[in-house]
């Protein structure tokens, strides 16, 4: 204790000398701020202050950036604003904005140049023949032949199987207007959205604590399940601040969720060869405030699987929940084995770790949309999603989804697909859609000019180019009247392939056109090629440093597809 006070001692003496002048310092700028401040009123001394902290805290309300929003995209965010507002720069600036949305517009309005729209309410009513010859009317808006499988993804059913398509109509006649919030009053439904859970559940190997809910779709799924692992990290794991942890090629929907919830989303990038996201850079994105893990089974961009089961050995590393978004493969992923086929990756509850898992049954489950499944491997974490209010005046409420008031009618044909199909059906149906895109895959690959992206398993195959535009070519497709998705960072376009993809010769004219378009690229690669279209779009909108551009462009669209004149 002596030996600590001599010390202490040692330290004062040292410290001592250069106290002194930091006092001595402080005490003269306090004598020349007093000489100056003695000038003026106490008045306008209080004035000065609080303009100073007004203006700080103006600032920093201007330049705080959102929980998803870094401050370098702030910072662009704010800079574009300040462009767009200068005299004469601004002008141009503007007038190549209007251009852009004038593309947007006519791209999706064209269509609708010589039709009227109906904007007001019918003095009078129709009879039943009169609306059915108007839906036929507006269904036959379109040049995209979607019936003959000219669409990627979109539509799922063979739209040739009358007798499921009479089976889905007349099922959903029968109960269109239940609704399972009221489970007293249609007791049959809640015990088809029951079964519904328990089959999805046990196709995914859950054990007998598994269970989940039927939502509207993969979005509304995700959501929930966000939802939930956000209120199981504030009540349960104690975080205050809960953060997800994503690949960047996870669908959207987890944006969407994390700006619904206010929770923290971090992306991690993906191998730019296989497609697959690096575990060893979600490992490194893992703070104390993660709450989920996520892998994608597959990813909609490529199709490719993430690492399921690297993602969920993580999980238990750190004790981390881990989801598997299965949204598009989800009715065909438990079939593959039985159809003679194979993937890379395990990704169902047979994998420890795994915690909750999302699969539509509007896409390859082959029911109407909208709805999906979403499974947790207990009660205590679907608990966290469900909403209860116990002090409304109008009674206890509570709901299982975002949504209170449910259709009844499309849980009711899931129910029926679901039953129509059974395993037999939906091992076929998987084995046929199969044989056509490794078909495709193995006749694409000798294309040239054409790359694949990574080395796709299921039903989705990206296509890019290393020698040509590759939105040409999507472009060129969709002139011929084919229907793709196009995709960014890097540039390519996919195709999801479906039931309506099996039928004769459907396959072998895509190639086709493919093969004739990609030829004549490549053939002319050194030419200088005009954009225009949605290649135009795409090309533009990669090489804005400000995103937030981008997103006002995206809302131009939504505009317009509500917009009831043509401009």
């Not at 009053?185 to 598994?210: D, Q």
């Not at 966000?226 to 942890?245: D, F, L, T």
């Not at 993937?343 to 049954?361: H, K, L, M, Q």
Request: charge should be positive; hydrophobic fraction near 40%.
């Amino acid at each position: 204790m002596e030996q600590l006070t001599l010390y202490g001692q040692i330290a004062l003496e040292f410290i001592h000398p250069y106290y002194i002048i930091m006092m001595d310092f402080l005490q003269a700028q306090r004598s020349k701020f007093n000489a100056v401040a003695g000038e003026y009123e106490p008045f306008v001394l209080f004035a000065i202050t609080s303009l100073f902290w007004f203006l700080i805290i103006k600032l920093w309300a201007a330049f705080k950036a959102d929980v998803n929003e870094d401050y370098w995209s702030l910072c662009k965010r704010k800079f574009t604003r300040i462009i767009l507002k200068i005299p004469g720069l601004g002008y141009f600036a503007n007038k190549e904005i209007n251009k852009v949305l004038g593309v947007i517009d006519d791209e999706l309005m064209g269509i609708y140049k010589n039709r009227t729209f109906q904007t007001t309410l019918p003095a009078r009513g129709s009879n039943a023949d009169q609306v059915m010859k108007q839906v036929d009317n507006y269904m036959s808006i379109g040049s995209i032949k979607w019936q003959e499988g000219r669409v990627s993804g979109g539509i799922y059913s063979d739209q040739q199987d009358t007798e499921f398509l009479d089976l889905m109509s007349n099922v959903y006649r029968k109960t269109a207007y239940t609704n399972p919030l009221h489970a007293d009053v249609f007791p049959g439904i809640r015990k088809m959205e029951a079964e519904v859970v328990r089959m999805t559940c046990n196709l995914y190997k859950g054990g007998p604590e598994a269970c989940g809910v039927v939502s509207t779709g993969g979005t509304e799924s995700i959501v929930l399940a966000v939802k939930a692992y956000r209120n199981y990290a504030k009540y349960v794991m104690g975080i205050r601040n809960p953060e997800i942890i994503v690949p960047i090629t996870a669908h959207p929907a987890f944006d969407k969720a994390a700006e619904l919830l206010k929770v923290q989303i971090n992306h991690v990038p993906v191998d730019p060869i296989t497609k697959k996201v690096y575990v060893k850079k979600m490992k490194a994105a893992i703070n104390g405030n993660t709450c989920l893990l996520v892998g994608s089974a597959p990813a909609f961009p490529h199709g490719i699987y993430d690492p399921i089961e690297e993602i969920a050995k993580l999980g238990k590393q750190y004790n981390i929940p881990v989801h598997v978004d299965a949204c598009l493969g989800g009715f065909l992923n438990p079939f593959v084995n039985d159809a003679g086929y194979k993937v890379d990756e395990r990704f169902d509850f047979s994998v420890p770790g795994v915690t909750s898992i999302t699969a539509d049954t509007h896409k390859y489950g082959y029911a109407p949309k909208g709805t999906s499944v979403v499974m947790y491997a207990n009660n205590e974490l679907r608990r966290y999603q469900y909403f209860v209010t116990p002090n409304w005046p109008g009674g206890l409420y509570a709901s299982p989804t975002i949504l209170g008031s449910r259709p009844g009618g499309v849980i009711a044909d899931c129910w029926a697909a679901l039953m129509y199909h059974g395993h037999e059906g939906y091992v076929s149906k998987t084995k046929a859609i199969l044989e056509v895109t490794r078909y495709f895959v193995k006749e694409a690959a000798k294309i040239q000019g054409l790359k694949i992206c990574g080395s796709p398993k299921l039903s989705v195959v990206a296509l890019t180019s290393d020698d040509f535009n590759i939105f040409l070519l999507s472009d060129n497709l969709t002139q011929k009247g084919w229907n793709v998705n196009v995709l960014q960072f890097p540039s390519a376009f996919h195709i999801c392939f479906t039931l309506m993809h099996t039928k004769k010769g459907v396959i072998d004219n895509l190639l086709q056109d493919i093969r004739e378009i990609a030829s004549n690229l490549y053939a002319n690669r050194s030419k200088h090629t005009k954009l225009d279209g949605q290649a135009a779009l795409y090309g533009m909108s990669q090489s804005i440093p400000d995103r937030s551009l981008i997103s006002y462009f995206a809302n131009q669209f939504i505009d317009s597809y509500y917009s009831t004149q043509y401009k």
